[in-house]
Antibody
Framework: QVQLQESGPGLVKPSQTLALTCTVS??????????WTWIRQHPGKGLEWIGY???????YYNPSLKSRVTISVDTSKNQFSLNLTSVTAADTAVYYC???????????WGQGTLVTVSS | EIVLTQSPGTLSLSPGERATLSCRAS???????LGWYQQKPGQAPRLLIY???SRAPGIPDRFSGSGSGTDFTLTISRLEPEDFAVYYC????????FGGGTKVEIK
């Protein structure tokens, strides 16, 4: 059973960098045919895709966030990470990590972590 | 960027009724890359349907998906109390986007 767990600070100051890590267990992050993704949800709002990465390191980002986002993978730790720079209050959200398959859908999700941007 | 528009925004129905949720794409999406999710408060989304019409493991057969091109539908044949939730469609044909969601609430 694949499990994903987000970790990182729950509070980030404005203009700083939001950094989260997703630890994958029960499966290898180096498996072919999967992508590893970050998705966020503003309080009371819908789902917003942030970006995804393949184990090869190829990345794809939401155009609206592309200038501020970096997703990376550490195959030795079976983890992937999200960096979002120059955060504002508008980046306050629940951040989810998930695994996507060949049809693009994400069956396995982390439980989500709330990140608040505030001084 | 492919924009997904879900309608209606809110659907008020009673248990036992049929729910029909719509997802319209701003450009054609391959049927392979269209999915549906259910989300309840405080929980991560749960995959219901992938590839337009295939049910994810453990999903009851009262959930079905259909459609092609730019118009896709999620149907819940008879609503159970646990089905009242928010539903999202998602496409992966061009990057990845989610629809804005449809809330199915108890009438």
């Amino acid at each position: 059973q694949v499990q994903l767990q987000e970790s990182g600070p729950g509070l980030v100051k404005p203009s700083q960098t939001l950094a989260l890590t997703c630890t994958v267990s029960g499966g290898s992050i180096s498996s072919d045919n999967y992508y590893w993704t970050w998705i966020r949800q503003h309080p009371g709002k819908g789902l917003e895709w942030i970006g995804y990465i393949f184990h090869s390191g190829s990345t794809y980002y939401n155009p609206s966030l592309k200038s501020r986002v970096t997703i990376s993978v550490d195959t030795s730790k079976n983890q992937f990470s999200l960096n979002l720079t120059s955060v504002t209050a508008a980046d306050t959200a629940v951040y989810y990590c998930a695994r996507g398959g060949v049809t693009g859908t994400t069956y396995y999700w982390g439980q989500g972590t709330l990140v608040t941007v505030s001084s | 960027e492919i924009v997904l528009t879900q309608s209606p925004g809110t659907l008020s129905l009673s248990p036992g009724e049929r729910a029909t949720l719509s997802c319209r794409a701003s450009q054609s999406v391959s049927s392979t890359y269209l999915g549906w999710y259910q989300q309840k408060p405080g929980q991560a989304p749960r995959l219901l349907i992938y590839g337009t019409s295939s049910r994810a493991p453990g999903i009851p057969d009262r959930f079905s998906g259909s459609g092609s091109g730019t118009d896709f539908t999620l149907t819940i044949s008879r609503l159970e109390p646990e089905d009242f939730a928010v539903y999202y469609c998602q496409q992966y044909g061009s990057l990845l986007t989610f629809g804005g969601g449809t809330k199915v609430e108890i009438k």
